[in-house]
């Protein structure tokens, strides 16, 4: 499940903060390298946004000009480093999200074709990853049920109905880092990004697998890279916004995409993702992956 991207940036970046004043370690460590699957790193700049761990690079009037927009599968190799906790069936479902994100939105601006007659080609790879620590994960979901159990008995501390949830243990906190580029019918790199996320204590879902964390990464990863793209800006920096119709309806109830072959993805989890995020089952449970084989 995800929410406007740029409200849940300001959201973690602010509670992130707010724990770092306090001395705690609320996040993830994020790792930025270069792993070579770029075709260019020299004009590669700095996100302007503080706190953030991403370089950019974006030659707007060419993808202004492109229509159309050839997704390449994510590619996330077995030899990554910090990927021996992950199979093989966690690292596709991984990459799947990323490039279900990513394909929702270029939708809003590009027409996606399956076909390498594309105005522009996007590739990404998964460079570096740190899973999720069950422990630290399975002590949340299981204290999180307890106090409302507690509650819903009249002893505990709310008047709520449902999970309660509580931060999570600062405890094997994931992260993921992708390196993107979206090159002309030339070869040339048009836009580029090397994204660095982590998840935090205050806003990433836990779930009782190794794959949960960099699957919500990738998720947001896709976002990211997908607006840069379309917008030809910073997603950093972008204001805060409430998600539109459009974006709830693909993205969260697991509807039909605005673009037909983004149906190659496969549809969000919807109702069946929130269930199973509710008891921290692992993505697994509701997100069947891709439709299609991979292209």
């Known amino acids: 499940m995800q929410s406007s991207r740029p409200d849940r940036r ?7 903060a707010a724990a770092l004043m306090t001395g705690v370690a609320a996040c993830g460590t994020v790792i930025i390298n270069s792993s070579g699957s770029l075709t260019r790193y020299d004009r590669l700049q700095r996100s302007a946004a503080t706190a953030t761990e991403a370089r950019l690079y974006i030659d707007r009037p060419a993808v202004e000009r492109a229509r159309t927009v050839r997704i390449i599968p994510t590619s996330f190799p077995a030899e990554v480093l910090g990927s021996g906790p992950l199979t093989a069936a966690d690292r596709r479902l991984i990459a799947n999200a990323a490039d279900r994100a990513l394909c929702y939105d270029l939708s ?3 027409d996606i074709v399956t076909s390498r007659d594309a105005d522009l080609t996007v590739r990404a790879q998964v ?5 999720t620590n069950l422990i630290g994960a399975g002590g949340t979901i299981a204290g999180s049920a307890a106090v409302s159990i507690a509650s819903q008995l009249g002893v505990g501390f709310a008047d709520g109905i449902g999970r309660i949830p509580i931060p999570r243990l600062p405890i094997g906190l994931g992260s993921l880092t992708v390196e993107a580029e979206a090159l002309d019918r030339r070869h040339q790199q048009r836009a580029a990004m090397v994204w660095g996320g982590a998840a935090n204590s205050f806003t990433s879902q836990p779930r009782f697998a190794a794959s949960s964390d960099p699957y919500d990464l990738a998720g947001e990863f896709g976002q990211d890279f997908g607006y840069f793209m379309a917008r030809g800006e910073d997603p950093f920096l972008a204001p805060n916004t409430l998600p539109t119709w459009d974006r709830i309806r693909v993205t969260i109830l697991g509807e ?3 673009d037909p072959d983004c149906e190659a993805f496969g549809r ?3 109702i069946d993702g929130i269930a199973a995020d509710y008891i921290g089952l692992p993505p697994e449970y509701a997100d069947k992956g891709p439709a299609v084989p991979a292209r």
């Open 268 to 270: 969000a989890p919807g």
């Open 127 to 131: 460079t570096h990853v740190e899973p």
């Open 256 to 258: 039909a995409p605005l």
């Open 10 to 16: 300001a959201l973690s970046r602010l509670l992130a």
């Open 108 to 110: 809003l601006r590009y």
